[in-house]
Each structure stands twice: as structure tokens, then as C-alpha cells.
């Protein structure tokens, strides 16, 4: 069962015959476009050239391109964007920086520092991975699986404050 082939120069797709996925129209979708896997979040973003400080609760990710100084958050997933700074304290499952992060962060996952990404002050991860660039500067622990008392990461140096770079 085919169709006739669109005319030159129609504004139609070549899938515009195809019938949409059942329900795509009530969920806000694109039938033409992959479907990402990733669930809703409540997502706060701080948008370049803003500065929040305070508390911030219930914020599944943040993401930020400004400043945020806080005491302490609690969330899923940190985002530092590069130019972004992030001062005080963070207990995340997993982050990604290519901004600046001062202070203490905390990693139950994952944590990337990419080429652009500095972390200064105490951080502890279960799992690290540093671009060729990135620096980390201070306290790095690394978080057992068993989800133990941090260990230590390597022993202390005279230089273990300079800038690390990895090559990745």
C-alpha cells in the first residue's frame, strides 16, 4: 500500500503520511523525533549573569550558568556550565563541571570535571573522571561501594594543593 509521491517543492515531510505514535500529541512530543529516555525533572537553571544565594530545595537538578552561593543543597544532578560558579556546599548522585565549583561537593556517582572545570575547596566521589585541563585544587576523597566512611583518594603532599590536569 503506498502513496503518491509529494510534489517538488511541497512543504511536507517525506513521513508526513507516517500516523503519529498513540498518545505523542497528549505528552508533547514530536512523532518525527526520537524519544529521549530521560524522566521529567524539576530543574532549576540559573541563567548567566544571575546570582541566587540562599537556600534551594526540592531542585531535582541545577544547572548553573551564574553564581549560586548556598550552605547546602541537596539534589540529583549538578551542572556547573562553563563560566558558572557554584560557592558553599553540595551533596549530589552525580555532576558535571566545566565551571567553577568552591567549596565542599559531595558525589554519591559519578563526577566530571571537564577541560574547563576547576574544583576548589573538599570534594568526595564514589567515581572521577578529569579532562585533560581540568583542575582540582584541595581535598579529594574517593567513596567506597559499600558506602563506607570516605577514604582518602592519595596521601597528602606538600603539592597536593596545585592544579591536577589529566590526560584523557
Same mark, same amino acid.
Not at 148 to 168: F, I, M, R, S, Y
Given at each position: 500500500?503506498?502513496?503518491?509521491?509529494?510534489?517538488?517543492?511541497?512543504?511536507?515531510?517525506?513521513?508526513?503520511?507516517?500516523?503519529?505514535?498513540?498518545?505523542?500529541?497528549?505528552?508533547?512530543?514530536?512523532?518525527?523525533?526520537?524519544?529521549?529516555? *530521560?524522566?521529567?525533572?524539576?530543574?532549576?537553571? *540559573?541563567?548567566?549573569?544571575?546570582?541566587?544565594?540562599?537556600? *534551594?530545595?526540592?531542585?531535582?537538578?541545577?544547572?548553573?550558568?551564574?553564581?549560586?552561593?548556598?550552605?547546602?543543597?541537596?539534589?540529583?544532578?549538578?551542572?556547573?556550565?562553563?563560566?558558572?560558579?557554584?560557592?558553599?556546599?553540595?551533596?549530589?548522585?552525580?555532576?558535571?563541571?566545566?565551571?567553577?565549583?568552591?567549596?565542599?561537593?559531595?558525589?554519591?556517582?559519578?563526577?566530571?570535571?571537564?577541560?574547563?572545570?576547576?574544583?576548589?575547596?573538599?570534594?568526595?566521589?564514589?567515581?572521577?573522571?578529569?579532562?585533560?585541563?581540568?583542575?582540582?585544587?584541595?581535598?579529594?576523597?574517593?567513596?567506597?561501594?559499600?558506602?563506607?566512611?570516605?577514604?582518602?583518594?592519595?596521601?597528602?603532599?606538600?603539592?597536593?594543593?596545585?592544579? *591536577?590536569?589529566?590526560?584523557?
Amino acid at each position: 500500500m503506498g502513496r503518491a509521491p509529494l510534489p517538488p517543492g511541497s512543504p511536507l515531510s517525506p513521513n508526513a503520511g507516517v500516523p503519529p505514535m498513540p498518545g505523542a500529541a497528549a505528552r508533547g512530543m514530536n512523532p518525527q523525533q526520537p524519544k529521549k529516555e *530521560v524522566p521529567d525533572q524539576r530543574t532549576l537553571v *540559573v541563567g548567566r549573569g544571575i546570582s541566587v544565594q540562599g537556600t *534551594v530545595q526540592d531542585a531535582e537538578r541545577l544547572v548553573v550558568e551564574g553564581t549560586v552561593e548556598s550552605s547546602m543543597i541537596s539534589a540529583k544532578e549538578l551542572a556547573v556550565m562553563p563560566g558558572g560558579l557554584f560557592r558553599g556546599g553540595v551533596e549530589v548522585e552525580n555532576a558535571e563541571i566545566a565551571g567553577t565549583v568552591d567549596g565542599t561537593l559531595t558525589v554519591r556517582g559519578s563526577l566530571t570535571v571537564r577541560a574547563t572545570g576547576r574544583l576548589l575547596g573538599k570534594a568526595a566521589c564514589r567515581r572521577l573522571k578529569v579532562e585533560d585541563g581540568g583542575q582540582i585544587t584541595g581535598q579529594l576523597e574517593m567513596l567506597s561501594d559499600d558506602n563506607k566512611a570516605p577514604k582518602p583518594a592519595a596521601p597528602a603532599t606538600p603539592a597536593a594543593d596545585a592544579p *591536577v590536569k589529566a590526560e584523557g
